[in-house]
């Protein structure tokens, strides 16, 4: 097993790994406070998750700024300068939400939040995308699932530990945490970004931003983007509704939630290496078909059972489901951009996120507040047969990458 270790290290470079580190700390940070942000607001101030829902949109919706921004500064500055800007304003957006006094103060720092906390969204996914050859980006950014879901086992018990004490030092902890991945970068990851052709003129700030105009006429691109919205409209209630659904309407505590949390962290960490190896020789597009459909059935699960071993069960599929969808997306949306627009191909594809969680939450918090909650997780499972069957013409329509297959000595 160390053989086998020693092995996958060396197959990568060392930049990739110190970009591994950075992850595990920077995901530490958020994922200490992400999973339980409903609950803190529900909490704190008194609302439903409606109201929720919207602050999520407002945060969504101000993003789209941030990563449009980030999109063209990577291009045009390089990742790792862009890296650095976010993580120090992530600090400190951590610090304004903790102490925000009022609902109306913690919305206004949300949209501040939102614009500029997203910069470095586009930069991240270049970075990996600039270390690894095509052949090696599903395999490593199963490696990425894997130490960010390390983190997530990990940071849900130590939050736990935090907000019994005070829910502010949570939010301290987390800018904290910011700032130690901050030095990381600025004292050992490389800048990444591929050397321009010796003939090529420098692009300006506003030749930077049309060259936005030109991801949006790649059609297979955006008819790819558009039908990755409707999956993560799914997918965001992991992280959303779920805990407070599970809470309100079955008692289950927070605590409950959490360990649905780690035992998703605990499948991904074991096996998302090794399902991405096994699965790579398979088309891309129809991995992403597989998943969806799973995550359609996991999330629907929720509508059905009422025990939580059902939950757990429920969350198990859902695992599957991110283990065989997440890292063929990154693959793919890596594939459609040129070298020279990666920063803005990502930014884009970032939409996927933010438009889901524009008005994802508030229409699920709807649902959640009705007298029929479980009819949340009936649309869930309606939207994932419907992406099913998008991701499938999408292969039909669009030449996407061909399969990796693995090579003979690195098949187990």
Sequence with gaps: MLANFKKIYHEYPRAFWIYNVIVFIDRFGGFMLYPFFALYLTEKFDIGMSAVGMLFAVFSVS?????ALGGALTDRMGRKGVIIFSLVLSSLSALGMGFAPTLGAFAAVSIIVGTLAHIGGPAHEAVVADLLPEE???EGYGIIRVVFNLAVIIAPAVAGLLIAKSYLLLFIVDAVISLLATAVVVLYLPETKPAAH???KPESMSQSF???G???KDIPFVAFVVVSVMTTLIYMNFNTTLGVYLRDNHGIPEIGYGYLISLNAVIVVVFQF??????ERFKPMLMLAAGAALYGIGFAMYGFTST???FAVAMIVITIGEMVFTPFQQTLVASFAPEEMRGRYMAVSGLSWGIAFAGGPYLAGLLLDSASPNWLWIACGILGVMTMIGYIVLDKIHHSPAPVLAEPAAAD
């Design 198 to 200: 010796p003939d090529a």
């Design 274 to 279: 090794w399902v991405a190896r096994k699965l």
């Design 63 to 67: 993003g789209f700024v941030g990563s």
């Design 136 to 138: 090696k980006r599903a």
């Design 308 to 310: 939580y071993m059902m």
């Design 214 to 216: 030109r991801v949006f």
């Design 210 to 212: 049309a060259g936005y």
